[in-house]
């Protein structure tokens, strides 16, 4: 993990895969920040982490709950919609997608 | 002493025994509020006809008896969290147009126990950020000198509270976004033990660190408002069900005995001097109090920063992947076909601060990357949680400092993000071990407050609570007002 | 060049809880758009998931029946794409550690022979929404109600070397889940569905050639047609010099031909991970143990028990088992004609399975209770009806959903097994038939048929055909 140094087309696979559209102009600034903060977390390398497990959660040793299998909601689609950017017969309008 | 410079637990005695109505306070902090939009912008939606009509059922509890403490008292939320037919913003133009259908289970207790909802504090775009300087709608101020930042991402409601616009202010805390804000504003802030408030409603950046808590003028007002806050939610599966303790009671404990850990590792060079003259001088108190100071070393601290900028970019990442033009928040104007509608709803939507971390959680997670950084930032976390434990296995709760150094001047650290990242450096430890953790006003640098952190282990709200409310019964920094708001 | 096809098949099974998965939003098919979708399901901000418990037994359940080890702790974990019908930008499911590890079932082939076929894994996840795109003209209209539903993904080895046998396997797939009622197998409806992963390989090669995945296969014709035309895709574009690309084609039915896909990912890295808002998924023994007490007898139990039991070949009894509610009935129709399995088994086989393909039944909703179809049975084996005419009374109880008796006697339908008047109506068609007599008894013994067919119009066919051999066969050589 020597070199952290992003090129842009790097920048542009990784902007794409996260769905951000990025201006010519935001490449380099991007490259810039992202390379420092890759610099930044490199550190972790020098920690010796040989038989350690991973923490995905800060409680270590609880577990998830099982909910009872009961309908518990009804309809508010009327509600929820009121935020929608489009809407059509009830259902959310993209543009098309082709299979 | 004027009405908004009482403290919650005051105002709340106050309300009881009548001696002005909540519709009353109501209408004076609204006041203050409007009159200091323009020179602090800690809010991003100001909510009259809602508190004024909470303000007055209030007042009907109260006159008929029933009512409890919280009853008719006023409370800012964070705009994080989701209020139910009013606009939740994060401080996103994602979210602008955003009026959530739902309350934050926190909101709901909180408006079940009486309280009265001034509006939504401004914030850090989507709790990202240490300054307040990346919300859309413009950045908080400092009231104690406007020309300095009020921290973030809680910046809305610690400068709220600082400048006596309402007496509590629900905050967020991921990394610091509580802690780190109130020790700049000369305020309160509380972050509980990760699970031990719910965070369903509270609209997610890292969910494995996000905790919601409060700020407000002292420890007692926190032990009061937390009481109402915390508890089991079956929404949340990460929420404990464990049952809550009375705080208010646990407060009057005497603290002799109280073992405090010092942490080498926050006492390094990056703390400036007069910060750190702030801390030992109440360290020095504790120990007239009768606490045990010994020195504690946590070697595995340092490593905090870089294990949080791997994890909680990593989980936003995922979090943030919702907000896509399709069902609610900001869409572009005519996209020509999906990928443009993501790309530049979610382009345009987001600020700069949010897209970078963005790609960097997207990086750290793709293929090839995954072990390297991902999965050993997990390795890292687990080792600091450890040294954490290991720790208050010698002593009851650490100390030390914040913040490194007080309030900084608005557009000082935004060139290089490393720069601002590192205002977490002694705040960020405690989020990934889910520890409790406050900040207590402990005197100040210069004109500017410095904050007191004191950390315990989980599920020790109560002790935390009683050590700072120890504190503040024998000084007066937590009731300082900055000049020209008092 | 010998070619071998490698056939591994995925099969998304929806479980059929009351809520999905994770949200309390009901599941049933065929509500309105967005009706049936919450904040949950919508991937609204601020919102979390809860695991549904029955869904966790649905999976142990099937872990049991397939011998797979069920694993104590789980985890379930973010899979990252962009989507439409995926309201959150991902789906929650399990990678690293899915709930079910490797088990495997055994397929019965044609020639009667059994190959064990492995499953890696199976695993709990949540199911995406539906894009619809009939009438909208430039958009497409998302319902999220599908979003949400627990779907068991299962996984099998690349152990299936022809269409054929990846039918067999996804056959006794579809058996097994209804078999322990946590999924309805409805096809059409969208609850089984099956991608498979097809490959081709010189014979003797040890290592797999590159393999395309095909979806979109929502019945076992489409899937068998699919394999076909993938693995013939597959050899003409290697012999002609080609190399097959790993890539995700969809079958097209009215074409009969697979295409690429062009719209999802290109490259996909879905940068899993643990869920945050998820905690581990622990299994105790005793959980485990109670569902293992929910186990109804397997297919294969009960195959192998009417095998022994009803002496019953292993084929009939493999087709008898196909559905449980189908060996239930048989069971029940075998058991009220006591003595008589071969005779319960040819009819639900034959004229019952017929009857029900022809007016598209499925058993459950048979014309014919099992007791009603055991009582024309008794009818036969105590011969008051011979078999032919027992169609007849089959037919009619179908279509009036009458007893047996009650037809036989209105119809008089009786057998006659009175010797005498079997023997009179011998005497009638040999008189009248005098030069097929003569024919018959200088040596065309074909015409043997002709006077059974006679005699049984004349008897309007209720002489006891045994007795009607015999009789015959008597006059007609002069005895």
């Not at chain 2, 996103?92 to 126990?113: C, E, G, H, Q």
């Not at chain 2, 109440?282 to 870089?306: D, H, T």
């Not at chain 3, 199976?122 to 209209?141: C, P, Q, T, W």
């Not at chain 3, 339908?413 to 024919?439: C, F, H, W, Y």
Request: hydrophobic residues 40%.
């Amino acid at each position: 993990m020597a070199d952290t140094s992003l090129d842009a087309a790097q920048i542009g696979a990784i902007a794409h895969l996260a769905r951000l559209d990025l201006r010519p102009a935001e490449v380099p600034v991007y490259q810039d920040s992202l390379s420092r903060i890759l610099s930044l977390v490199g550190e972790l390398e020098r920690a010796d982490t040989g038989g350690v497990t991973p923490m995905a959660h800060p409680l270590s040793g609880s577990v998830q709950r099982l909910r009872e299998d009961h309908v518990t909601e009804r309809d508010h689609h009327e509600r929820y919609q009121l935020n929608a950017p489009r809407v059509e017969a009830a259902l959310y309008l993209v543009p098309k997608v082709i299979e | 002493m004027s009405i908004h410079t009482k403290t919650l637990a005051e105002l709340a005695l106050g309300l009881r025994n009548k001696e002005f109505s909540s519709v009353e306070l109501t209408r004076a902090l609204l006041a203050r509020i409007e009159a200091a939009q323009p020179t602090l912008n800690a809010l991003v939606s100001i909510t009259q006809d809602g508190a004024f009509a909470q303000a007055a059922a209030a007042d009907r509890e109260i006159a008929s008896g029933r009512g409890s403490t919280l009853t008719g008292v006023p409370i800012l939320h964070k705009d994080l969290f989701c209020t139910e037919g009013v606009r939740t913003t994060c401080g996103s133009r994602m979210l602008d147009n955003f009026i959530a259908p739902y309350d934050a289970t926190v909101v709901a207790k909180l408006k079940a126990a009486g309280t009265v909802m001034l509006g939504k504090t401004n914030m850090d775009e989507f709790a990202m950020g240490s300054s307040n300087e990346t919300s859309f709608y413009g950045p908080v101020r400092n009231p104690w000198n406007v020309e300095l930042v009020p921290g973030g991402s809680s910046g809305g409601s610690a400068a709220a509270v600082a400048a006596r616009l309402a007496p509590a202010a629900t905050a967020t805390d991921t990394g610091g976004s509580i802690r780190q804000p109130a020790a700049l504003c000369g305020v309160t802030g509380f972050k509980p033990t990760y699970g031990r408030v719910s965070r369903y409603g509270m609209i997610a950046f890292a969910s494995s660190l996000d905790q919601g808590g409060v700020i407000c003028a002292s420890a007692e007002d926190a032990a009061i408002v937390l009481r109402a806050m915390a508890g089991f939610d079956p929404r949340d599966s990460t929420s404990v069900d464990r049952p809550v303790p009375d705080y208010v009671a646990a407060l009057q404990m005497p603290l002799s005995g109280l073992k405090i850990g010092l942490l080498k590792e926050f006492f390094d060079a990056g703390l400036d001097a007069q910060n750190e003259r702030r801390i030992r001088e109440a360290l020095a108190l504790y120990e007239r109090l009768g606490a045990r100071l010994q020195e504690v070393s946590l070697p595995n601290l340092p490593l905090s920063v870089p294990a949080y900028y791997v994890v909680a970019p990593a989980e936003c990442s995922s979090n943030l992947a919702r907000f896509d033009g399709v069902r609610f928040g900001y869409r572009c104007e005519q996209p020509r076909d999906l990928t443009d509608l993501y790309r530049r709803s979610r382009g345009e939507g987001f600020g700069a601060e949010v897209k970078r971390r963005i790609m960097t959680g997207t990086y750290v997670l793709s293929a090839g990357y995954y072990d390297a950084y991902y999965l050993k930032a997990q390795k890292v976390r687990r080792l600091i949680a450890d040294d954490f434990d290991r720790a208050f296995a010698q002593v009851d709760v650490l100390m030390g400092p914040t913040t490194p150094t007080a309030a900084f001047e608005l557009g000082s650290k935004t060139a290089d993000p490393i720069t601002m990242y590192l205002n977490d450096i002694y705040t960020i430890g405690a989020n990934l071990a889910g520890l409790p953790a406050v900040s207590v006003p402990c005197g100040f640098a210069g004109n500017l407050p410095v904050g007191l952190q004191i950390i315990g282990p989980h599920f020790a709200e109560e002790r935390l609570l009683n050590a700072a409310h120890g504190y503040q019964r024998e000084t007066d920094w937590h009731s300082r007002v900055p000049p020209g708001w008092d | 060049m010998e070619w071998e096809t490698v056939i591994g098949l995925e099969i998304h099974a929806q479980l059929a809880t009351r809520s999905k998965i994770f949200s309390g939003s009901a599941t049933a098919y065929g509500a309105p758009p967005n009706t049936q979708a919450n904040l949950v399901d919508l991937g609204y901000p601020g919102v979390l998931p809860v695991l549904n418990g029955a869904a966790v037994r649905m999976a142990v359940k099937f872990g049991l029946a397939i011998g797979a080890e069920i694993a104590p702790v789980s985890v379930f974990a973010r899979k990252n794409y962009f989507y439409p019908d995926l309201p959150k930008g991902y789906q929650i499911s399990q990678y690293e550690l899915p709930v079910v590890a490797r088990g495997a079932l055994s397929i019965v082939l044609e020639d009667g022979s059994e190959k064990r076929i492995g499953i890696t894994r199976a695993h709990l996840e949540e199911d995406a929404g539906k894009s619809l795109h009939e009438g909208l003209a430039r958009y497409s209209g998302i319902d999220l109600n599908r979003a949400g539903t627990p779907l068991l993904e299962i996984v099998s080895e690349p152990d299936l070397r022809s269409a054929r046998e990846a039918i067999a396997y996804m056959k006794k797939v579809h058996t097994l889940v209804r078999y322990l009622e946590i999924c309805d197998g409805n096809m059409q409806e969208g609850s089984f569905r099956c991608d498979a992963n097809v490959s081709v390989r010189p014979r003797g090669q040890g290592s797999f050639g590159t393999r395309a995945e095909i979806k979109n296969l929502n019945s076992f014709r489409f899937v068998e047609k699919a394999i076909h035309h993938e693995v013939a895709r597959q050899i003409d574009l290697i012999e002609g010099g080609g190399r097959v690309v790993q890539e995700t084609r969809l079958y097209d039915p009215d074409r009969d031909e697979t295409r690429s896909m062009r719209t999802k990912e290109e490259a996909n890295d879905y940068r899993y991970f643990p869920d945050p808002d998820l905690l581990p998924l622990e299994l105790s023994p005793a959980l485990i143990a109670e569902v293992r007490s929910e186990l109804p007898e397997l297919p294969d139990q009960k195959a192998a028990r009417f095998a022994s039991q009803y002496a019953l070949s292993a084929y009939d009894a493999g087709v008898l088992t196909a559905s449980r509610e189908l060996g239930d009935y048989f069971e029940a129709v075998a058991k009220g004609c006591p003595g008589e399995p071969k005779l319960a088994a040819n009819w639900v086989m034959g004229e019952l399975s017929a009857a029900l393909n022809r007016d598209g039944l499925e058993i459950g909703a048979s014309r014919l209770s099992a007791p009603q179809l055991s009582g024309l049975l008794h009818r036969i084996a105590d011969g008051t009806i011979s078999g032919k005419i027992a169609k007849e009374v089959f037919e009619a109880m179908w279509s009036s959903g009458r007893d047996a008796d009650a037809i036989i006697a209105e119809k008089g339908l009786k057998q006659i097994t009175d010797s005498g008047v079997i023997e009179r109506a011998i005497d009638e068609v040999m008189a009248r038939n005098p030069g097929q007599l003569a024919d018959y008894r200088a040596g065309k013994d074909k015409l043997f048929g002709f006077f059974v067919g006679q005699v049984m119009k004349a008897t309007q066919g209720k002489a006891n055909p045994a007795q009607l051999n015999e009789l015959l066969k008597r006059k007609l050589s002069g005895g």
